[in-house]
């Protein structure tokens, strides 16, 4: 192997290894606003769609509570008002209070 090629080798694994966590942190936002951008149809949601969106809250949580704390602060405290919002009306409906 030549010493170019070792170089190449080394900064593409370099740049691979930058260009991940940016990729999983746009996951776990990109999940977050899919989540928390259906509050306003909360009110028409099945049981089933709420369930699945507070499964989408619970692993959210925990993916979120790694991150760096400015962030975790902020979103932590935007997805407990979306997920309490998905839980009222899941209890609301299963209450049969619903119509």
Do not use: H
Not at 47 to 62: H, I, T
Not at 71 to 80: C, P, S, T
């Amino acid at each position: 192997m030549t010493a170019n090629w070792k170089k190449a080798t080394a900064a593409f694994v370099l740049a691979l290894a930058l260009v991940q966590p940016a990729a999983a942190e746009e996951s776990w936002r990109t999940d977050f606003e899919a989540a928390c951008s259906k509050t306003d149809q909360a009110m028409t949601m099945s049981v089933k769609e709420l369930r699945d969106l507070l499964a989408k809250c619970e692993a959210l949580q925990k993916v979120i509570e790694v991150q760096e704390e400015s962030v975790r602060k902020v979103y932590l405290k935007r997805l407990a008002l979306c997920r309490n919002l998905y839980a009222y009306m899941l209890e609301y409906k299963q209450s049969g209070q619903a119509q």
